[in-house]
C-alpha cells in the first residue's frame, strides 16, 4: 500500500538555511524531508511519508504572504498530499503566525488535515483560536526549542492517529490546544446530576472540571479620549436587535453572524419611523414601543442641538448579539470599523442589552 | 468607544474599556415604569456619561456610572 504522503512546513533556521540573515529568503522546496522534518517521520514509524519539506524565511512569509501561500498550495497540489505539518514553532512569532496561516489556508483550500506545534503564549494560537477550522490542531509545546524532542513525539502521535483516519477526540483527551468547539457526547448522568457532583466537589475542595470553560480575552487596546468633543463625528451601534420593518436583512435572533446600518437622518426620535426587534435573548417589549431604549437616538439629538458635538452620523449600526460566536461578533466589529473609519467617525457609542 | 450596558460587570470581564451603567437588559436606556419625561432625562443622562467616558483617558476597563437615581442591572 502507498505511503500516506504529507507536506511539512519549517522556517529557514529549522530548514537549515540559515538564521535571521537568511530570514528574507523567498519559499522554496525539497523533496524530502528535512530537519525536524526527518525526525518526525522516523516518529511516524512508517505510518507516513514526508514527500515534501516546505521552507521559508520568517521575513519573507510575514511580508509576501499571499504569494507564499500560493507558492506552498500549488506545490501541495502537486505532490498529491493528504496532510500539512508545520514547525513546531515553540515560542516564536513570525515562525507561529507562518504555520498556522499556513495550516489554515491549505485546511480550506484542500480540506486536508493540518497539525502544528507551539508554546500557548505564542501570538499564532490566537490566529488559531479566531480561525477556529476543525481540520486544524496546534500541540502545545515548550516556549524553548530545547523541547523539540517532546514537541516531535507529541505531534507524531497525534498524526498517525489523524493519519489511521481515527476519529478526533475534545481537546483535553487528544492533548491539542481547544479551539472552542462543543462537542456532542453521550453521557450516563444527566446535566442537573453532573452540576451537582462538581458543586459538591467545588464544597469539599476536591478538583473537579467545568464543562464550559469560558473563554478567557485578551486585553483591548485602549483608544485615547476625545479631545475635542465638539469637533466630532458619532455613530450608535446596538446590539439590542433594532431593524428593519419586516427583517428584510434576514437577521437571526441568535448565533447572528452579520450587521447592517439604517438611515436615522432628519429623524428626531426612533419612534419617527418603523423598526422591529429581532433579538431572542430578551423581552423585546419594551424596545419594540419604543426603540430609543436601545438606540438612544432621541437623547443624542437633543445633545447634538446643545452642540456639544459636531454632528451624529446619519446611520445607525445593528447587529442583534445573543448566543453569537466571539469569533463571529470580532469579525463583524472589524468590518463595522471599516465603515466607520472611512466615514470619518470619530467615536462611537455602543448599546447592548 | 463607549459601551452602554446594564451588565457592567461583564462588559468588564469582556474586556470593554469605557463602560456606561444602563438600566434593564430589556430597557438600557431609560426605564418605562417611569414618568414620560423622567424616563427622558434618564436617557439623556445615560447618554451624557457616555459623552464623558469618550472624553475621559482611561488606563483598561473603566466603570461609569451615570449622576442621576435608577435601578441597575
Known amino acids: 500500500m502507498a505511503l500516506f504522503r504529507i507536506m511539512y512546513y519549517v522556517n529557514q533556521f529549522f530548514g537549515g538555511i540559515g538564521g535571521e540573515e537568511k530570514a528574507d529568503m523567498p519559499v522554496g522546496f525539497r523533496e524530502e524531508a528535512v530537519g525536524p522534518a526527518r525526525r518526525f517521520q522516523e516518529l511516524c514509524q512508517?505510518?507516513?511519508?514526508?514527500?515534501?519539506?516546505?521552507?521559508?524565511?520568517?521575513?519573507?512569509?510575514?511580508?509576501?504572504?499571499?504569494?507564499?501561500?500560493?507558492?506552498?498550495?500549488?506545490?501541495?497540489?502537486?505532490?498529491?498530499?493528504?496532510?500539512?505539518?508545520?514547525?513546531?514553532?515553540?515560542?516564536?512569532?513570525?515562525?507561529?503566525?507562518?504555520?498556522?496561516?499556513?495550516?489554515?489556508?491549505?485546511?480550506?483550500?484542500?480540506?486536508?488535515?493540518?497539525?502544528?506545534?507551539?508554546?500557548?503564549?505564542?501570538?499564532?494560537?490566537?490566529?488559531?483560536?479566531?480561525?477556529?477550522?476543525?481540520?486544524?490542531?496546534?500541540?502545545?509545546?515548550?516556549?524553548?526549542?530545547?523541547?523539540?524532542?517532546?514537541?516531535?513525539?507529541?505531534?507524531?502521535?497525534?498524526?498517525?492517529?489523524?493519519?489511521?483516519?481515527?476519529?478526533?477526540?475534545?481537546?483535553?483527551?487528544?492533548?491539542?490546544?481547544?479551539?472552542?468547539?462543543?462537542?456532542?457526547?453521550?453521557?450516563?448522568?444527566?446535566?442537573?446530576?453532573?452540576?451537582?457532583?462538581?458543586?459538591?466537589?467545588?464544597?469539599?475542595?476536591?478538583?473537579?472540571?467545568?464543562?464550559?470553560?469560558?473563554?478567557?480575552?485578551?486585553?483591548?487596546?485602549?483608544?485615547?479620549?476625545?479631545?475635542?468633543?465638539?469637533?466630532?463625528?458619532?455613530?450608535?451601534?446596538?446590539?439590542?436587535g433594532v431593524v428593519a420593518p419586516g427583517n428584510p436583512d434576514g437577521f437571526k435572533t441568535f448565533g447572528n453572524t452579520q450587521w447592517r446600518k439604517y438611515s436615522i437622518d432628519k429623524m428626531n426620535s426612533m419612534k419617527d419611523a418603523r423598526w422591529d426587534v429581532w433579538h431572542g435573548g430578551y423581552n423585546t417589549i419594551f424596545v419594540h414601543e419604543n426603540p430609543n431604549y436601545g438606540v438612544p437616538l432621541d437623547g443624542c439629538r437633543e445633545i447634538e442641538k446643545e452642540k456639544a458635538f459636531r454632528k451624529l452620523h446619519p446611520f445607525f449600526y445593528s447587529t442583534p448579539g445573543n448566543m453569537a460566536l466571539i469569533s463571529a461578533m470580532q469579525a463583524v466589529g472589524k468590518e463595522i470599523l471599516g465603515d466607520m473609519k472611512a466615514e470619518g467617525i470619530d467615536g462611537v457609542l455602543l448599546v447592548s442589552t | 468607544m463607549a459601551h452602554i450596558t446594564p451588565m457592567a460587570m461583564l462588559a468588564k470581564q469582556m474586556k470593554s474599556n469605557r463602560i456606561v451603567t444602563g438600566t434593564k437588559i430589556p430597557h438600557p436606556c431609560g426605564d418605562p415604569n417611569l414618568p414620560i419625561e423622567a424616563d427622558n432625562t434618564l436617557r439623556r443622562e445615560i447618554v451624557k456619561t457616555a459623552f464623558k467616558a469618550l472624553q475621559t483617558g482611561v488606563s483598561g476597563p473603566t466603570v461609569f456610572v451615570p449622576d442621576i437615581s435608577y435601578t441597575s442591572g
Open chain 1, 46 to 240: 512508517g505510518s507516513l511519508e514526508v514527500a515534501v519539506t516546505a521552507y521559508c524565511g520568517d521575513n519573507y512569509f510575514a511580508e509576501h504572504e499571499s504569494d507564499a501561500l500560493a507558492s506552498i498550495l500549488e506545490v501541495a497540489r502537486k505532490y498529491h498530499v493528504g496532510m500539512l505539518v508545520a514547525g513546531p514553532a515553540f515560542g516564536a512569532g513570525r515562525y507561529g503566525f507562518a504555520c498556522v496561516e499556513i495550516c489554515h489556508f491549505l485546511n480550506i483550500s484542500l480540506n486536508i488535515p493540518c497539525i502544528s506545534g507551539m508554546s500557548v503564549e505564542s501570538p499564532g494560537v490566537e490566529l488559531y483560536k479566531q480561525y477556529k477550522d476543525k481540520g486544524v490542531f496546534l500541540i502545545p509545546t515548550s516556549e524553548a526549542v530545547s523541547g523539540m524532542g517532546e514537541a516531535l513525539s507529541k505531534m507524531a502521535r497525534f498524526a498517525s492517529k489523524v493519519v489511521k483516519g481515527e476519529a478526533i477526540g475534545p481537546a483535553p483527551e487528544e492533548g491539542y490546544i481547544p479551539r472552542g468547539f462543543r462537542l456532542d457526547a453521550l453521557v450516563d448522568k444527566t446535566g442537573v446530576e453532573r452540576a451537582v457532583d462538581i458543586l459538591l466537589d467545588k464544597l469539599a475542595g476536591r478538583t473537579f472540571a467545568t464543562e464550559i470553560p469560558i473563554e478567557t480575552l485578551e486585553e483591548i487596546p485602549v483608544a485615547p479620549p476625545i479631545a475635542n468633543l465638539k469637533d466630532a463625528c458619532l455613530a450608535l451601534v446596538s446590539t439590542a
